[in-house]
């Protein structure tokens, strides 16, 4: 799926599921180190990185993990 595909399929899924400013941040930003890394499959995002382009603190990023997969 490329970059666009992605983004307008999340975008879609969100007019039908609510998830917190958090869990949506962290998908945008998974999808961007992914995109960076020219990632099509797995790919690893350790907690400091993820933190420094998110904002977020550890705690938040763990929650934020915990609603996209329960939301998978």
Known sequence: MNQ?????AFRDWLLTHNLSNSAILLWHT??????????????????PVVQQLS??????????????LEHQ
């Open 4 to 8: 666009l595909t992605e983004q307008s």
């Open 30 to 47: 998974l999808v961007i180190i992914k995109w960076n890394a020219g990632s099509q499959g797995e790919f690893g995002a350790p907690n």
């Open 55 to 68: 904002g977020l603190s550890k705690q938040s990023i763990s929650n934020a993990r915990n609603l996209l």
